[in-house]
């Protein structure tokens, strides 16, 4: 006699069972784990984080390669995208490539920041932080503070204070920093802090499509020429950009302590021995030179129909310089 046959589904039970069951598990753990993550990305994120401490800024400011450090050898580009990155480290993509690879963070940074939202509004704010920028009005203010005697800023100070507006209340920071020298304020050179902006603008101006390469790689080196004259290592560039920063922001103690921190681990995190692109690229290295071809790009887009003026920086002098030439040589 034939023995009945077992039914299909009964024969492969145990075959389907056992995995089935492995699966779910896994799905159940991974489903736990994920929900403990995002726990603990709400709690760090929460009012229990401590942002007056340069460490709660560190995931924010993981340095992103798009190759291994290990191997890396720097190249003509690398010095100014290493400018770039004070800014780009934040932003998730890798530093040392010219163009963000995610366009959501430039975009919004030039709009909602600066209110660039074309070409032509992007050379225009490009030709005046290059050629001046906060610099100049910033120097004069702390060299004219500076030289006041105790009763006349005494009675600025009061005056300041009594006006009551954010304006008042900012201009009465600022003039008790200087007074007191803070931070070694009357030293710092705010160079700094327009260049490095600069380098970011040009980056993303480039990765929006609105700037050729050539003109993107060299304004970036005007800029890196520039700052090199300026400074002379990578830690007193990074150390002029903070307190220029710090004396434009004006901000309140609570806010400058959140700051201060979040400066400090980005600095922290640009100097890293294994990951930091200023510990990779040579303060010394050679920079190609530069066109100035903003000029050319402002010229030949009716942007200027003539000369500035006066040229209130070193840098000023250079653009300017061609300007003239470029527009001379317009029929």
Known sequence: MLAAEEPLGERLGPFIFWPLLV????????????RSRQGGRARTAGQGTDWTRPEAYAE???VVWSQDPESFTPGPLHWPLAVAAVFGVCSGDPWDELAFRNLDNPRE????????????????????????????????EVAEWSSLDQQTATRLLQESRSQGSEEA????????QVWVDARGLREVRFEAWDLVRA????????????????????????????????????????????????????????????????DASRQSALLDPARGPWAYVPWAQPIPDS??????????????????????????EVIDGVTAERLADRP
């Open 109 to 140: 940074g030039l709009t909602e920041a600066w209110g660039i939202r074309s070409r032509p509004q992007l050379l225009s704010r490009l030709h005046w932080i290059l050629r001046e920028g906060h610099r100049v009005d910033l120097a004069e």
């Open 169 to 176: 209340r900012e201009r009465a920071w600022r003039l008790e």
């Open 60 to 62: 924010h400011h993981r």
């Open 199 to 262: 380098a970011m603008l040009t980056r993303a101006g480039y990765s929006l499509g609105w700037l050729t390469e050539p003109e993107a790689v060299d304004t970036l080196h005007l800029i890196s020429a520039e700052l090199r004259h300026t400074f002379t290592s990578w830690e007193e560039l990074g150390d002029h950009f903070l307190r220029a920063r710090w004396y434009w922001a004006s901000n309140s103690d609570a806010a400058s302590r959140q700051e201060d921190a979040h």
């Open 23 to 34: 699966l779910l598990l896994g799905v159940l753990v991974w489903a736990l784990a994920k």
């Open 291 to 316: 066109r100035a071809m903003i000029a050319d790009a402002m010229v030949a887009d009716e942007l200027l129909v003539e000369v500035p003026p006066y040229s209130p920086t070193r840098l000023a």
